[in-house]
């Protein structure tokens, strides 16, 4: 989610009239900082950095700073008193503000913070500059009412808010008239989807209706919730042949206990249930999974649970967490917050576990061929392995190499591969003969080859977006 609103800051910038700072270039006149606000960290790195640039900006005082997203949301006045060279302060519900709060503050010489607590206007709607020519994203929501313990979201993003079918399938018709292949639709939980306009089966319509837009080859979603996730959504995925066989489904903990402290809706059986019923119906289907680990009062008794339920579960891979108190959060106030070496020790051996599945669900795909949609280009393969980048229908990463007199494929292309190696993070395909090798040219590879023409041309990017953008005013330095 907040990549695409880092794409949709560099649209609004772009659209302003800036242009993107590349790397190795002079400091940039405007610096953007996207924040998040789930994990301690990302304080830290954002502190870190503004402290980073505050004799630049001393040096350089024409030089903008703005900071914004969920920590923004949540800081407002507090970057301004740690950060007083900060130039903009913007939250969550205005993204689209970020231009005129600039040339307010350059008008004004003074600092402007302006944090909404209700959504202006529809991220969607705004201008965007993607990273990729081949995929996009789509919101098919904003805001969660969801009340879990552990998480700041719903109190930064605001209740959830429904875009209307029309307007999101018309916005993948756009992407996919501009080249794009592949879409995911986001949502802090997809699958309360329609909810707010009365249709709690619209989620699993969503991607039937995916199914017939021509030209689009692969749908994904994140995040759904266990607690919401319907039978009407699998048989969905299963029967919409652009679904794509990939399902992240968030775990959080194998521990009932802790699940109810935790105020997730659902308990350990029911998650593993829903998993059985996916691969009941999808069978090659690869599932991901955030878990948490260290959440206040869990005993050795409680973790054991969630190492039993990923030894159950299989996942495909994790995004695991070291719990991380948040103020604001009911969690942050709970007895027996754990000790960091008691969290950092049950940390390992969690992700050690999850390693070894990892590689051992990996080592399955050895012998299978597979679609790999290409992200890397020739240019940028590696010097050392001659291997090129891709992710297959089930997300999972594959770096594969072009047989002698094979075709070389462009980001957006798709190829078809034999898998013949693995790792733990990785597949390997090195195809012996032409025979076991095809590339299939697609609408995402040419508009891929005319941006790097327009690159040429005009000395700019092409559709390679800003993302946490360093943009360059061209009149102004």
Not at 94 to 111: D, F, I, Q, T, Y
Not at 120 to 135: A, G, I, Q, Y
Not at 260 to 267: A, F, G, L, N, P
């Amino acid at each position: 989610m907040n990549v695409h609103d880092s794409e949709r800051l560099a649209g609004l910038l772009e659209a302003s009239g800036l242009s993107r700072q590349e790397a190795g270039e002079e400091i940039a006149d405007v610096v953007v900082f996207n924040t998040c606000a789930v994990r301690e960290n990302a304080d830290n790195k954002l502190y870190g950095n503004l402290g980073m640039l505050a004799h630049i900006k001393e040096n350089r005082p024409e030089m903008q700073i703005a900071v914004g997203g969920c920590l923004a949301q949540k800081d407002r006045e507090t970057i301004l008193k740690k950060a007083p060279w900060v130039d903009v302060v913007f939250g969550t519900h205005n993204v689209g503000s970020l231009p005129a709060l600039l040339e307010r503050a350059r008008h004004n010489n003074e600092a402007q913070l302006e944090i909404l607590e209700s959504l202006e206007v529809f991220p969607s709607t705004l201008p965007t500059k993607r990273d990729s020519v081949h995929s996009g994203w789509v919101s098919i929501s904003v805001g969660c009412n969801n009340t879990c313990t552990f998480c700041i979201v719903p109190a930064l993003r605001g209740k959830e808010r429904d875009r209307r079918p029309g307007e999101i399938l018309a916005e993948i018709e756009a992407l996919v008239a501009d080249g794009v292949i592949e879409v995911t639709l986001l949502g802090q939980n997809v699958n309360s989807y329609g909810v707010e306009f009365g249709d709690r089966l619209a989620f699993g319509k969503l991607l039937r209706a995916c199914g017939q837009i021509e030209g689009l080859e692969r749908v994904r979603f994140t995040s759904p919730h266990p607690a919401a996730f319907t039978d009407d959504v699998i048989e969905a995925m299963a029967e919409t042949p652009n679904v794509m066989p990939q399902l992240h489904m968030p775990l959080q903990s194998g521990s009932d206990k802790i699940l109810k402290d935790m105020r997730r809706s659902y308990r350990s059986k029911k998650f593993l249930g829903i998993l059985e019923k996916v691969r009941t119906l999808i069978p090659d289907a690869s599932i991901t999974t955030d878990i948490i680990v260290g959440f206040p009062g869990e005993s050795e008794e409680d973790f054991q649970g969630t190492l039993d339920v990923v030894e159950a579960s299989r996942f495909a891979s994790a995004f695991t967490f070291q719990y991380s108190k948040r103020p604001g959060t009911p969690a942050a106030e709970l007895p027996d917050q754990l000790p960091k070496a008691v969290v950092q020790e049950r940390f390992e051996r969690l992700t050690a576990l999850q390693d070894r599945i990892c590689a051992e669900e990996n080592a399955k795909q050895v012998g299978r061929t597979v679609e790999v949609l290409v992200t890397e280009h020739a240019g940028r393969k590696s010097t050392e392995t001659h291997r090129l980048s891709g992710r297959s229908t089930d997300q999972r990463l594959v770096h594969f190499s072009v047989p002698a007199g094979g075709e070389i494929p462009r980001p957006g292309d798709l190829v078809t591969v034999p898998v013949t190696g693995s790792a733990a993070f990785h597949l390997v395909s090195d195809p012996a003969t032409l025979a076991e090798y095809s590339v299939r040219r697609s609408r995402a590879g040419d508009a891929w080859d005319r941006s790097q023409a327009e690159s040429c041309g005009t000395g700019t990017t092409g559709t390679t977006g800003v993302s946490l953008g360093m943009p360059a005013l061209p009149a102004r330095k």
